[in-house]
Nanobody, 120 residues
Framework: QVQLVESGGGLVQTGGSLRLSCTAS????????MAWYRQAPGKARELVAD???????YYIDSVKGRFTISIDNAKKTVYLQMNSLKPEDTAVYYC??????????????WGQGTQVTVSS
């Protein structure tokens, strides 16, 4: 019922920047948190950054100081500003949202993924 559409991926050189965005639409719901995960070939999906509706953030150690997650609650949109990109950041990035619907039930949704490739 909720669709997450993400964009902003692409091919950049080492040291470059990208800004990912993800917007949730469809079901009327209240956001608990939104997050960005990534998955590289042959590796497990890992949490990169997370943000609650109140703005509390979490970052995996490898991206601290380089990535910034932000949220626009009204637009139900999460962003990931990625600076100083490294080849090891290459992965498919997935946005995620957890929230509560009008029915008071909890819901979890995933975006379709956007490819980020950092060339060396």
């Amino acid at each position: 019922q909720v669709q997450l559409v993400e964009s902003g991926g692409g091919l950049v050189q080492t040291g470059g920047s990208l800004r990912l965005s993800c917007t949730a639409s469809g079901r009327d719901f209240s956001i608990n948190n939104m997050a960005w995960y990534r998955q590289a070939p042959g590796k497990a999906r890992e949490l990169v950054a997370d943000i609650t509706r109140g703005g509390r953030t979490y970052y995996i150690d490898s991206v601290k100081g380089r990535f910034t997650i932000s949220i626009d609650n009204a637009k139900k949109t999460v962003y990931l500003q990625m600076n100083s990109l490294k080849p090891e950041d290459t992965a498919v990035y997935y946005c995620y949202v957890a929230g509560t619907g009008r029915d008071s039930l909890a819901y979890f949704y995933w975006g379709q993924g956007t490819q980020v490739t950092v060339s060396s």
